[in-house]
């Protein structure tokens, strides 16, 4: 028995050795916030859905495997400063836009796991939790992981860089200066007749309507602490087509901090929500919004629930 005993210890001291971690450390650990944070809906019991929550029912891994990733770019998975598992992006000193010169942050499309398929949902929530180092330098801003959709999968990827289509849209986040936040659209230009109710967004508190690139809505409806985690969950809801009844929201920390109603989304019963764009960058198209130093921002707690469908 004493034999066995100190045998076992050996063991487990060999792997903490292996690993570089002791025992406890390498423990599943959470960012604190629940299933009703990321998903924060009054019930969300028979609803298609899926967590990566530390310590929910049936909680999946962080991994390429539970979001079903397309077209990848550089991205990892590992420790945020606390420990939690987190899918990282790293900035690189000078980066700015995925087209720049010096590559920064991901960008990859994800369906997630196939038995919730967002293509079926006429309203969906998609939330996750964000960690921006003590240290982070914001800069100008830069953009953050959101829903998409359109007529199909080729064009729905057609809406964002400065390209538009009454076919597609996004519903992106942004940091700006001192990590304020905000919604960040690409949705169908109020000029087509079929979509002149999505003019009255432009009118809503701090909000910036560009005729080329995105609409930045309620600028500093929140922020982000650094050095913490923010839990932010986007709610999209599709408008019936030939109606202006799209919704979309945001909610921080599970409270409600954005809401934009009567909206024309698409006007195709072809207009789906096709899944998430993961995509963060510093940017801005220009220089001027270049990242000063190398830095690494941390996404954990990805979910995603069918509320409504088609």
Known sequence: MVFALASLLLFSSALSTVWGLPALARRATGTGATINDLLPVPNLDGLKKWTTVVGAQDALPVSDQTLNTDKTSDHEYGPAPDGVQALQAFYRQGSFKPSGPIRGGFGF????????????????????????PKDFEPVKGGKLPGLYGGDNEEVARGCSGGRRDTRC??????WRTNLQGELYTYLPDPANAAFKANAAMCDLPNSHCNPTFGNSLERGAFSFTPGQWTTVSERVKLNTVGQSDGELELFVGGKSVIKVENLAIRDSNEGRIRGMQMETFFGGSDDTWATPKSQ???????????????
């Open 109 to 132: 499309y994800a369906k997630g796991p196939e038995d919730v398929d967002l293509t079926t949902a006429k309203e969906a929530l998609f939330g996750y939790s964000v960690m921006f």
């Open 169 to 174: 849209f996004s519903m992106r986040l942004m």
């Open 296 to 310: 690494t921002v941390f996404f954990a707690d990805m979910s995603v629930a069918i509320l409504q469908k088609l």
